[in-house]
């Protein structure tokens, strides 16, 4: 967002034509899980959303939702997945989670973590790998929290943030969520129809995936973008977005002096810019 605000704010202060900007930012991506949810399908969709590339994905998961009436169990089993999660060298195929981006993203993660350790409740830990000190491993954790509001911004690594709510508060969660301001990604599991179509008339994101992971879009192939805070659309691979670096020319005819029966026609082209 910081770096999509910077280019937007340089090009407002360029002179010669305004030049056009598509952003596509971050997001604080929250997942909803329902009583009525396959529990191990959620663990292995949070375990890919949260964690694969080491959690830094713009779309990835950061906010798991989880109806308090399956939580315990729910809990526990993302507890033994996130233990059996290798952290190391990428280039080994027993790897599962490799080293964040640089020094300075691990001492921010590492930081957050720490405030996390005295504000939440740990759930699990993977294993800090024993060569850790030959680069920047943040070994995935999750921390329970008691509201959204201990969220300060985007978090972007392995670290995931795990919220109860009661079934009857709902639509209370979602007008929280989308609160945040940020509208990239949000993930929904449930068996049932009608909750799918309640909770998609109310969030307001980008993407919403139902029953699957939260990473799978490819830009370039599917539609894919935020808004609000994680971007301006129109959507990568979508079809608006080359429409957004075109120029539309409009030419008006009076067709009477033309000897047409019409008085007036218009027609329109879009051109490059």
């Known amino acids: 967002m910081e770096t999509a605000r910077l280019i937007h704010q340089t090009l407002a202060k360029r002179e010669g034509p305004i030049v056009p900007l598509i952003a596509e ?3 604080q991506n929250a997942m909803l899980v329902d009583s009525t949810a396959l529990p191990e399908q959620v663990v292995r969709d949070v375990v890919i959303s949260s964690f694969q590339s080491a959690g830094q994905r713009c779309s990835a998961l950061r906010i798991l939702c989880v109806q308090e009436d399956v939580a315990d169990k729910t809990l526990r089993m993302l507890s033994g997945a996130i233990g059996e999660l290798s952290v190391g060298d990428p280039a080994w195929l027993s790897t599962d989670v490799g080293p964040v981006i640089d020094p300075e993203a691990r001492d921010m993660l590492n930081g957050h973590i720490n405030r996390m350790e005295s504000e939440g409740r740990l759930i699990a ?6 060569d850790a000190d030959k680069g920047t491993f943040v070994p995935p954790v999750a921390f329970e929290i008691d509201s959204l509001k201990r969220l300060q911004g985007e978090v972007f690594g392995p670290v995931l943030h795990v919220l109860r709510y009661k079934a009857e508060k709902m639509d209370k969660l979602i007008e929280d969520i989308n609160a945040l301001d940020y509208g990239l990604t949000f993930g929904l599991h449930t068996r049932i129809d009608s909750t799918v179509d ?3 008339r109310r969030i307001r994101v ?3 995936y139902v029953n699957r992971n939260m990473i799978g879009a490819v830009v370039g192939v599917q539609p894919f973008g935020g808004e609000g805070l994680s971007g301006t659309g ?3 691979g979508g079809p608006h977005y080359l429409h957004r670096f075109a120029t539309e ?3 008006s005819i009076d067709t009477t002096a033309a000897g047409g029966n019409a008085s007036l026609m218009s ?3 879009d051109l490059p810019m």
């Open 25 to 27: 930012t971050g997001g």
């Open 125 to 130: 830990r993977a294993e800090t790998p024993a």
């Open 198 to 200: 309640f909770v998609r």
């Open 206 to 208: 980008g993407n919403m």
């Open 234 to 236: 129109p959507k990568a």
């Open 249 to 251: 020319r409009v030419i």
């Open 267 to 269: 027609m329109s082209e």
